[in-house]
């Protein structure tokens, strides 16, 4: 299987500053043009499948790529929605922001990645030898690359840089061999 996975476009709370988690989100101008790139990008690309977290901002990013490939259907997924930030969520980014000191009721690394490779076995067993697109978010697209790299989970924030928006990573997956990863938070599109 070949697997593109990607993370939505700017949003709004992205510019701001803001935890989103679970929130819908709404794409900024800028997220609405990054997502009409990617779909730009991907347009050449035989896809067979496009998998969408079930939140508004990966829809919404999701539905530049069916733009191009219109005889695909959107299959939306929650367990490919961002982290729950429980009550973080729809407030501001704090300034000493770190993974170290976040509240309990954060949604762990581990209930993420879990989440994650459960989404991945069912798609490999069901898309073996077919190209798949995944649009997800920034903390979901870690744990993919968690998963597929297989980092333990706990090391998650401090294996993976930032995930630009619409960047692209690329892994090829086959039966009984290890993920080789072809490219990561590639935003060549957005140059």
């Known amino acids: 299987m070949k697997l593109i996975i990607t993370r939505h476009g700017e949003t ?3 510019v701001n500053r803001v935890i989103q988690g679970q929130k819908p989100g709404k794409l900024s101008d800028e997220g ?16 067979d499948f496009v998998y969408s977290s079930d939140l508004k901002r990966a829809i919404d990013t999701s539905k530049k790529i069916i733009k191009h490939h219109p005889q695909l259907k959107l299959i939306l997924d929650k367990r490919i929605r961002e982290r729950s930030f429980g009550e973080l969520e729809g407030k501001k980014i704090p300034e000493n922001w770190s993974w170290e000191t976040m509240p309990t009721y954060i ?4 209930s993420i990645c ?12 069901k ?3 077919k190209t798949v697109v ?5 903390g979901t697209k870690k744990a993919f690359l968690t998963v597929l790299n ?4 706990e ?3 401090k294996s993976f840089k930032h995930q630009k928006n619409t960047a692209v990573s690329i892994f090829e997956i086959e039966k009984n061999a290890k993920p080789k990863m072809i490219t990561s938070n590639c935003t060549k599109h957005l140059e």
Do not use: W
Not at 107 to 110: I, K, M, Q, R, V
């Open 12 to 14: 709004v709370d992205n």
């Open 134 to 138: 995944v649009v997800c978010h920034g």
């Open 114 to 125: 879990k989440r994650v490779k459960s989404f991945i076995d069912e798609i490999n067993k």
């Open 32 to 47: 609405k043009k990054q997502a009409k790139k990617l779909g730009q990008r991907l347009k050449n690309e035989k896809i």
């Open 127 to 129: 898309h073996s030898d």
């Open 107 to 110: 949604e762990t690394n581990e």
């Open 155 to 157: 090391r998650m924030n």
């Open 150 to 153: 297989n980092v333990p989970c």
